[in-house]
């Protein structure tokens, strides 16, 4: 076991995790499948808890986010001093693309697969000394049985971010295919319209939406013929 590679692929996972989306497949499915205990250096795993302790709340994970929730650590377990470096040296890893969590989280799921074979074989030597010869066969036995749990657990996570990845291509395929499907709607439904190609096009106005009315014209009457013929009657009656 190489624990200096080890801390590598935990502060760098620790970086992508705080740097990405807590929607993306990828970050999602490493937050859910992983545990404290995978990890090599137990303050590294507590990181992570409180990763994935923000993540189980729906709440954002960033690494500001994240410094400050060192205050409820100090309380809990007293040593936010010793996190806080760690914390400073996952932000800056450099490691912001989401996809790269996937080999950084397998590196650390097959270290702690070896941790635990290792000791494993460590406990079965020394029940070998130790233990009651009725009683060692029985133990090989328990202990196999949580290595093989502990093998599937480390070989179904690639298969689980596979799997996560489709989902989110397909999520994203019908979303597009749902919104090309209300454009195309939209585009049926609107009513049809020839561009107008001349002045006298766009100054045509149907009848039947603008109606003119126009007054009719007040009748004029001119009175100076009849005047004149009464004042002629008028004198011809003084004579």
């Known amino acids: 076991m190489k624990a200096p ?10 970086c992508a995790l705080m740097w ?6 990828t970050t999602k499915t490493t937050i859910e499948y992983l545990t404290s205990d995978d990890f090599h250096s137990p303050l590294h795993g507590q990181l992570f808890h409180i ?37 400073v040296d996952a932000m800056t890893a450099n490691v ?19 941790r635990q074979f290792a000791a494993m074989a ?3 030597a020394t029940a070998a000394e130790h233990a009651p010869e009725d009683k060692l066969f029985d133990i090989m036995v328990e202990h196999g049985k949580r290595q093989r749990e502990a093998h599937r657990r480390r070989e179904g996570f690639r298969p689980a971010v596979a799997q996560a990845k489709q989902q989110a291509e397909k999520l994203t395929q019908r979303a597009e295919l749902f919104r090309q499907h209300q ?14 190609t001349n002045l006298t096009d766009m100054l ?12 009719a014209a007040t009748e004029i009457h001119d009175d100076s013929q009849q005047q004149a013929t009464e004042n002629q009657h008028a004198q011809e009656s003084i004579r």
């Open 51 to 87: 990763i994935k302790e923000k993540y189980q709340n729906a709440e954002p994970f960033s690494a500001q986010l994240i410094n400050e929730s060192l205050q409820d650590e100090e309380q809990r377990h007293g040593n936010a001093a010793t996190l806080r470096p760690l914390l």
């Open 183 to 196: 454009q195309k709607q939209i585009n049926t439904s609107a009513p049809a319209r020839a561009p107008a």
């Open 204 to 215: 045509n106005v149907s009848t039947n939406a603008v109606s003119i009315h126009v007054p």
């Open 5 to 14: 590679d080890d801390a590598h692929a935990e502060t760098n996972l620790l």
């Open 96 to 114: 912001v693309i989401a996809e790269q969590a996937e080999g950084f989280a397998d590196h650390i799921l097959s270290a702690a697969y070896r």
């Open 20 to 25: 990405s989306d807590a929607k993306h497949p």
């Open 122 to 124: 460590t406990t079965l």
